[in-house]
């Protein structure tokens, strides 16, 4: 048997000096992978940073509007109770005749009343209640709930003719719908 190394030919020039420069060199490029390795985990790394605070943003600003509406709109279940006391005050001062007004016994009642009347009103200013227009307008199924139809040549179809019950909106929102008769072509 005899030694291959001894039978083999001699390497080229060079050969020896390749070797050598790719053994150092494949530290090198092992490092280089593990440095593109590592940016790109820190690149996944930046973006779910940027995606959790995206997200804590959103979720703070719709706390904030939670909170903001829950402070506007407060009020709207204790001022759908007080609006029948509103409508009852203002039955009450309709259902008082003329003669009774003038009746001295009467007229400090009647006062009184009235300024109950404007008080209410002068409160649910300030919180922004607002009675709904009805006088002329066109129904707005958003605002208005009709309630039967007036068949007539006065007003044009879908115009309001009459109103049933005040509505009222509590700053943007509907608090209660107003209930209207509504005019429609004559036969």
Known sequence: ?????????????????LREATAEAAPEVAGQDRLRELEG?????RKAVLYAQAETQNVRRRAEKEA?????????AFARDILSVADNLVRALAAIPQELRDDEKMKGLVTGLE???RELDSVFSRHGISKIVTDGATLDPNRHQAMFEVPTGDHAPGTIVQEVQAGYMIRDRLLRPALVGVAKAAD
């Open 1 to 17: 048997m005899t030694d291959q190394n001894e039978n083999a030919a001699p390497a080229p020039e060079g050969v020896e000096e």
């Open 41 to 45: 985990e820190l690149e996944e790394a």
């Open 68 to 76: 903001a509406d829950a402070r506007t709109y407060a009020a709207t």
């Open 115 to 117: 300024a109950t009347s």
